[in-house]
């Protein structure tokens, strides 16, 4: 975080990684080599055990793992890459006894770890359930057990003047 330069490439690199990684989980383009539904629940699944070491690394430590929020020095040279050229930051942000911190570092961290588990646990199975009602809904009217519901309006008027 202390070199703007790094920290941009890294940023960029991130967002493109997770942005490949769900294109392929939303499939925009039907057209376009879709992975089948079963696949991509399973893509959906691996993608949900690779993260599981990175949350357990956070929520499981034995101590604050990032400076920034335990190095009041470290900080202030972080945050000074957030604010406009010649701003201040007030003195009293870095007194760490009675600023905004309601948990320890340690417990904060830990909090954090579990609520990324947490979101993403639930946005992947959210996702897989999306997937898995398209697949059902692929499957039914593959087999042809379409109802009178299913079709569109326009196809129940050409039903009902047979």
């Given at each position: 975080m202390l070199s703007p330069g790094w920290h941009?490439?890294?940023?960029i690199a991130l967002f493109a990684g997770a942005w490949l990684m769900w294109w392929h989980m939303i499939a925009p383009l039907p057209d376009k080599d879709q992975l089948p539904e079963l696949r991509r629940i399973a893509y959906i699944f691996g993608n949900s055990v690779l993260i599981t070491p990175a949350c357990a690394l956070i929520i499981f430590a034995g101590e604050p793992l990032y400076a920034t929020y335990t190095d009041s020095a470290f900080w202030a040279n972080v945050m000074a890459y957030c604010l406009p050229a010649g701003a201040t930051v007030p003195a009293g942000m870095f007194n760490w006894s009675d600023g905004f911190q309601y948990l320890d570092t340690l417990n904060?961290?830990?909090?954090?770890?579990?609520?990324?588990?947490?979101v993403q646990e639930i946005t992947y199975g959210v996702m897989m359930g999306v997937i898995f009602k398209q697949w059902l809904t692929k499957e039914k009217t593959q087999d042809g057990e379409l109802t009178i519901s299913d079709l569109p309006t326009a196809n129940l008027n050409q039903l009902k003047g047979q």
């Open positions: 941009s490439v890294y940023e904060d961290q830990q909090l954090a770890g579990v609520t990324m588990k947490i």
